[in-house]
């Protein structure tokens, strides 16, 4: 017979089921996390496992639980976004505290354009993750399609621009901005323009409607002049505020779609001579860390972004587990004043 104690070399299963005096395949179960093992059959698996100090082969594991204790937070972004843009960050390292009580893994994949998509997509349903966390999804993008087609358990961050019947966890876009265009002129102002975010992306489209649904509630005309697109970076946001200053020049307020674009436009008003909030207010959108920090610190619309990821990964866990729930929430948000408006 094999002794036990003192071998060099790591624990086997077998040695596990003869300390434990039960069957190799018992062992397995129990390892597995099965429920069709005897309470005391159980106990002396997990109590041989305990003093042998095994730990399971996670490549045998696999084979017989077709998982791999991995999932996928695919942004949907070119990787120069994907790393200034602070939201990206906050998403990456939330999801990876929330799944730190759990065995899971986290590992982080880019795909913003067709190719990036394709190879994305046949790395995902070749078993190599058992889900998909997917952010920033814009309208023409054939990821969302392509995994929910496979069968692959996905949530989206962000509700799905196509429509389609996708589980999902988003913030309230178009509450927030309304709130914040609300906040404006409830102080006064009456030329309140938007840098709104792209229009391809729910959240860019969300926060534009809300802007006009409150500026439609106080009775003022929507001005197509006081309107311009960005694209949720820094520099987008410079360029839409001389594009609107340029336009409107009597503007004296203005809501920009995210934290990133609003420091942009801070940075374009100060160049051309105006004050924050003397002659322009601005509010932001997101509560990024820069909104505190900037000059002067930006009022701005907080999402629930902790209480979002963990969301997002217990909609995840329960669709690998082969449960269904919930397939959609939405969080609400918080105007924070500062002293931009």
């Known amino acids: 017979m094999t002794t036990l104690a003192g071998r060099g070399s790591s624990p086997t299963l077998d040695e596990v089921a003869e300390l434990a005096g039960v069957s190799r395949a018992t062992v397995s179960r129990v390892v597995n996390g099965s429920p069709k093992v005897r309470p005391e059959a159980r106990r002396a698996v997990e109590a041989a496992v305990a003093q042998l100090h095994y730990v399971p082969n996670p490549m045998a594991r696999s084979l017989v639980t077709r998982r791999t204790d991995t999932i996928a937070l695919v942004l949907s972004e070119s990787n120069a976004q994907v790393f200034s843009d602070p939201f990206f960050a906050r998403v990456f390292r939330e999801l990876s505290e929330s799944l730190a009580d759990t065995e899971m893994n986290l590992v982080l994949l880019a795909a913003r354009g067709e190719r990036e998509q394709e190879k994305v997509g046949r790395f995902v349903r070749q078993g190599h993750v058992d889900g998909v966390v997917l952010v920033s999804p814009h309208r023409d993008d054939t990821l969302p399609r392509m995994l929910d087609e496979a069968g692959v358990p996905l949530v989206l961050s962000g509700r799905p621009p196509d429509g389609r019947d996708l589980c999902y966890v988003d913030a309230d876009n178009t509450g927030g901005a309304r709130t914040a265009t609300e906040h404006l002129l409830g102080s006064g102002r009456r030329r309140v323009a938007t840098v709104t975010g792209p229009q391809d992306m729910i959240a860019g489209l969300d926060r534009h409607a809300g802007y006009r649904e409150a500026l439609e509630a106080a009775g003022l005309p929507v001005d ?91 909609l995840l866990l329960s669709q690998v587990e082969g449960q269904e729930g919930v397939r959609a929430r939405v969080c609400p948000t918080r105007l924070v004043r500062r002293a931009s408006a």
């Open 224 to 314: 197509e002049r006081l309107v311009a697109e960005g694209d949720f970076t820094e520099a987008g946001g410079a360029r839409a505020m001389a594009a609107l200053l340029e336009r409107a020049p009597d503007l004296d307020a203005v809501f920009v779609a995210s934290d990133p674009m609003a420091v942009g436009a801070l940075r374009a008003l100060r160049e051309a001579g105006r004050t924050v909030p003397g002659d322009v207010a601005v509010v932001g959108f997101d509560d990024a860390a820069v909104a505190a920090t900037c000059d002067p610190p930006l009022t701005t619309v907080a999402q629930p972004l902790e209480d979002m990821t963990r969301l997002m990964k217990e």
